[in-house]
């Protein structure tokens, strides 16, 4: 089992930046991929942005492509996910996820993910 603690959310204005973070503990070194999903009310959860753990290689929505930066620190068990230019449209609760099987894939599914984080509310203001 793997546990991931998700930080960094908070309230913003539209056009400001937030940072968050997600630590992972546990089996770590059976984690193939991370990744950041979001869910707003009264919508089904989306895929943000995901990174092998290995590579490094990332994927992103299109959404935020160009506006969010994954990465991640090996050595701290952390995901990282910078999010600047932020809109009202990007106000969900972020969660982040982790598998524990290697694929072939950009790792944008939920059902690729095998550990979920509790998650983190962003809300931006415009």
């Known amino acids: 089992q793997a546990q991931l603690v998700e930080s960094g959310g908070g309230a913003v204005q539209a056009g400001g930046s937030l940072r968050l973070s997600c630590a992972a503990s546990?089996?770590?070194?059976?984690?193939?991929?991370m990744g950041w999903f979001r869910q707003s009310p009264g919508k089904e959860r989306e895929f943000v942005a995901s990174i092998r753990w290995s590579s490094g290689s990332t994927y992103y929505a299109d959404s935020v492509k160009g506006r969010f930066t994954i990465s991640r620190d090996n050595a701290e068990n952390t995901v990282y996910l910078q999010m600047n230019s932020l809109k009202s449209d990007d106000t969900a609760v972020y969660s982040c996820?982790?598998?524990?099987?290697?694929?072939?894939?950009?790792?944008?599914?939920?059902?690729?993910?095998?550990?979920w984080g509790q998650g983190t509310q962003v809300t931006v203001s415009s």
């Open positions: 546990g089996r770590t070194f059976s984690i193939y991929a």
């Open positions: 996820a982790a598998a524990a099987t290697n694929r072939i894939a950009y790792y944008s599914r939920e059902r690729q993910y095998d550990y």
